[in-house]
């Protein structure tokens, strides 16, 4: 709230400099008022640190040093964060032993393809086997084929997205090639979560620090989920 009044007094004040003869008094009032705004904005900000520490690293995360990283990921875990930018998109890979970073494509490049699998994922039963295949080979191979030499040997996949990228379940991409007159069903298709013990999704390797340092909690709940529900024909499902 206090951000919104310094954006809103900053914006009086640009309009009143704007006047061809602005009121000097108003001028400096719009001046006081500001750096009022913004000392108490600051002292909030410190407060929040000293007492609350866990919601200020929620909001205001610093970032995770490698060697911190590495030494919270077990041996069979693989740890990868993705940066999709206008210009560069970048692939970080990191395990308990190495770091590594591999380029990928345009954020603009990325969205396009990505859009189009998930457009294929909801039309359901109205797309053909072929395009599908087609599709999460490609974005398997942009965006975890890179780094499959080190999920060989780690089936725990944690996946940090950005943008785009957020919208992408992982969980449907290929990255083994099948031979081309290899006839799939939807149950042979070799998707990436067949191949994992386990893939979790974090907004961040802070976060996840974060969520590791706090331990499980005691009232921990069992779920059973099913999908793929069968309804009568009359029903009409949106």
């Keep these: 709230q206090r951000q919104m009044c310094i954006r809103d007094r900053h914006n009086s004040l640009q309009q ?30 410190i407060k ?19 060697k911190k990283l590495q030494s919270n990921l077990a041996s069979d875990n693989l740890f990868l964060s993705y940066f999709a930018g206008t210009e560069n998109s970048f692939l970080f890979a990191v395990t308990n032993l190495s770091f590594n970073i591999y380029k990928l494509p345009t954020e603009s490049d990325l969205s396009r393809k990505v859009v189009y699998h998930r457009d ?18 490609e974005l398997g191979a942009m965006l975890i084929k890179p780094a499959s ?12 997205a950005s943008g785009i990228l957020n919208y992408l379940p992982f ?32 907004q961040s390797a802070t976060v996840m620090l974060l969520i590791n340092s706090e331990g499980s909690s005691k009232n921990e709940l069992t779920l059973a989920a099913f999908g793929d529900p069968v309804f009568p024909y009359e029903y009409e499902i949106e």
């Excluded at 602005?22 to 108490?40: F, G, M, R, Y």
């Design 16 to 45: 009143v400099q704007a006047q061809p003869k602005p009121d000097k008094n108003e001028v400096e009032a719009l001046k006081k008022s500001i750096a009022d705004l913004t000392q108490q904005h600051q002292n909030l900000k």
């Design 171 to 202: 969980e449907t991409l290929i990255i083994n090639e099948t031979p081309a007159n290899y006839e799939h069903t939807w149950a042979t298709v070799p998707y990436l979560v067949n191949q994992l013990t386990s893939l979790n999704y974090v």
């Design 48 to 66: 929040i640190m000293t007492e609350s520490p866990r919601f200020n690293a929620l909001t205001s995360p610093q970032p995770v040093e490698i």
């Design 120 to 137: 294929l994922i909801i039309s359901g039963a109205q797309i053909s086997l072929a395009e599908f295949i087609k599709s999460a080979t």
């Design 149 to 160: 030499d080190l999920l060989a040997k780690r089936p725990k996949l944690i996946i940090a």
